[in-house]
């Protein structure tokens, strides 16, 4: 029955509050208490409790026979009561913790005899005490007696019962406060998580947001997450790194890669690794202890995402869970984004598609809408605009000349002196134009820029020859940079204008065919420079592509 | 006459929840805190079903589990685990202990209500309810 090993006297760990308690209560009663464990050990309370056993215990065996009560009762686990030749009282109870017996715990009082003269005398004299000294002493510690024991000792147990099960209730409150505290924490992450779920924000972003609450709530010293390249949302493969970990990201990734994502791959849930070892390359293995990974998966492998060394814990189920549910959120959030990325760049490759068409009508206006559309947003980045308004003006500049569709190609790529009618005609193709996206409601915001882009600040531009503040800001940046790009650019009736001619030019006519802000911040770029850029090819295949089949 | 289960783990908190609905649910529940509780109940109450925890003090649930196999008296007494560990245990080992459903932590009670009844409802009744 007796506990074996050196774990006896663990067995007791967490119980000091209880026996704490149960000693000064039993000391309100003039009990003294000492506690032992199942090995006959004594882990406290021998103190005496007064002066008179102080004084009793100098000459009387006490500590002898309390060990020996203690070693019995811890022996069978069944209270006992003991009275001692010389007059002391003690009770022996076991004590169990979690239902095992783990030691005792015995109280002990001299009895009430000792008040007596004649005994007093007897005792003191069998063990060489002073009689005088002890009657001082007896007083308070000596009040119970003998038969007082057996009631004293059901006393006795009740206590250490109600210490022990009010100190179970708090360690079970406490235990539930934690557990209860941490599912709030993670049921935040979670709506964290799906709350900063939008679309336009990277995926970078995104994950280091997740990455910084994994690395909050799960109690781990680092999380990442690598996401693969899936054109044309990531160009680029991310990792990113939140917390504290001797690794590199590319380290990281390489972790991933030669570790984590076949074992991923091959089960499509969770992964724990409570005891990692990396061997082909130690050194970075001693940077992680332990880890969980989940895939990043929406129809197909996007990237994964990992925890990395939880503190002083293992990895659980609990973890797995949580895991499992950020890394569904993020990999819907990624799938998402990667689908806007590709509706957007759909988009972009249809636009680009349609003027550089327009564009390919005449082999000298090769890429003029893209160029027009790069210096359009360059200004209104200039003129400080926020990034939707950036927008609208650099899909206004690509589609600006949209109207051309409209134009018979002999007039607009006649080399010589067009007629009245013939100018007409090119006039008309602003109009056009607007009338052509007209029906597309997304694009309403950027009509204004299309149809105003010849008009000028002094009225005298086409069609409508509108001037002053009633001319869209948008259209006057566009309408400078479409100027710009025509005079360095070839044309079939004239060579491309040296820089320094066109920069004279706009500065001659800001104020009446320029606005003279725009014209100001243009002409304080580093336009050389600026041009060179222009001139390099376009990232976009379509407007080369054709260009060269229409001048062949 | 209802059916007595014995819920065993060493996390009180679970031990409430668990019970709790069980005995909404009309059970008669029993509970142990570590594997050696558990054993002796099973041996002395013989319940219906076992629920028991994966680490508890003493016994684990797994060696529990494979105990019971050894008494005629505590045999057939189907059981079902509750476990935080990250990883399954081994369908062989699951098999040897007489381990018919493990659940991973945390679990939703109606989750474990949902898998007793699987359990408790013989395979006639089953047939009528078809």
């Known amino acids: ?552 | 006459v209802s059916k007595k289960i014995l819920v065993a783990d060493d996390e009180a908190h679970i031990l409430h929840v668990v019970s709790m609905k069980l005995r909404n649910a009309g059970f008669e529940v029993i509970t142990a805190v570590d594997g050696e509780e558990a054993l002796e109940l099973c041996t002395a109450e013989r319940p219906d079903l076992l629920i028991t925890d994966y680490q508890m003090p003493f016994l684990s649930g797994l060696e529990l589990c494979k105990r019971l196999r050894l008494q005629p008296s505590t045999r057939d007494i189907p059981a079902m685990m509750l476990t935080a560990r990250g990883f399954d245990i081994e369908p062989q080992e699951m098999t040897e202990a007489g381990i018919s459903a493990v659940l991973a932590k945390p679990f939703s009670p109606r989750e474990v209500l949902q898998k007793v009844h699987e359990f408790l409802t013989p395979p006639e009744a089953e047939a009528v309810a078809e």
């Open chain 1, 1 to 552: 029955m007796t506990p074996t090993g050196t774990s006896s006297s663990e067995v007791l760990t967490g119980m000091e509050s209880i026996f704490h308690h149960v000693r000064a209560h039993l000391r309100e009663l003039g009990l003294n208490l000492s506690v032992w464990e199942g090995q006959g050990r004594c882990l406290g309370g021998l103190d005496p409790a007064s002066e008179f056993c102080h004084c009793l215990g100098q000459r009387a065996s006490c500590d002898a026979a309390i060990g020996d009560l203690a070693r019995a009762v811890a022996g069978d686990g069944r209270s006992a009561l003991r009275q001692t030749a010389w007059g002391c009282t003690l009770l022996g109870l076991p004590v169990r913790n979690r239902r095992r017996l783990s030691g005792s715990a015995v109280a002990c009082y001299p009895d009430s005899q000792w008040l007596d003269e004649e005994v007093r005398a007897r005792r003191c004299a069998s063990l060489g005490l002073d009689q005088q000294v002890m009657a001082g002493l007896a007083e308070g510690p000596c009040r119970h007696s003998g038969q007082d024991a057996g009631d004293l000792l059901r006393v006795a147990e009740q206590y250490l019962e109600a210490a022990q099960s009010s100190h179970t209730a708090d360690h079970e409150l406490a235990t539930l406060s934690t557990n209860l505290s941490s599912t709030y924490e993670e049921l935040t992450l979670l709506y964290t998580i799906s709350g900063s779920m939008k679309v336009n924000q990277g995926p970078q972003e995104f994950l280091l947001g997740v990455c910084r609450e994994m690395l909050e709530v799960m109690n781990i010293s680092a999380a990442a997450a690598v996401v693969y390249i899936h054109p044309p949302a990531t160009q680029e493969e991310i990792v990113v790194v939140a917390g504290e970990i001797d690794l590199t990201a590319a380290e990281i990734r390489m972790l991933g890669d030669t570790h984590i994502a076949r074992r991923l791959a091959k089960y499509n849930r969770p992964l724990v690794d409570n005891h990692f070892v990396w061997r082909t390359n130690p050194r970075l293995g001693q940077a992680v202890g332990n880890l969980i990974a989940v895939p990043l998966f929406c129809e197909k492998p996007l990237g994964l995402l990992l925890g990395l060394n939880k503190n002083a814990d293992e990895f659980s189920s609990m973890d797995m869970k949580l895991m499992s549910s950020i890394g569904n959120q993020s990999a819907v959030f990624l799938a998402n984004h990667m689908l806007y990325a590709d509706l957007q760049d759909l988009l972009m490759g249809v636009l680009h598609a349609l003027t550089a068409s327009i564009d390919a009508k005449d082999p000298y206006t090769c890429g003029h809408s893209n160029r027009v559309a790069i210096i359009s947003r360059r200004l209104a980045e200039e003129c400080n605009l926020d990034a939707g308004k950036v927008q609208q003006i650099y899909l206004a500049g690509l589609l600006h000349d949209v109207g051309k569709i409209g134009v018979p190609e002999s007039t607009l790529c006649k080399p010589g002196r067009l007629t009245d009618e013939e100018y007409q005609a090119i006039k008309r193709h602003p109009g056009i134009g607007a009338k052509i996206l007209g029906g597309i409601r997304q694009l309403d915001d950027i009509i204004p820029g299309i149809l105003c882009h010849h008009e000028r600040p002094d009225g005298k531009g086409y069609p409508e020859g509108i001037s002053g503040y009633r001319l869209p800001l948008e259209a006057r940046i566009i309408g400078l940079a479409d100027c710009f790009d025509a005079m360095t650019s070839d044309r079939i009736y004239r060579k491309a204008l040296p820089l320094e001619t066109v920069l004279a030019e706009i500065r001659d006519h800001a104020g009446t065919q320029f606005d003279p802000m725009v014209a100001e911040k243009f002409l304080a770029l580093d336009l050389a420079a600026f041009l060179e850029e222009l001139r390099q090819p376009a990232k976009t295949v379509f407007p080369v592509a054709i260009a060269q089949e229409a001048q062949e």
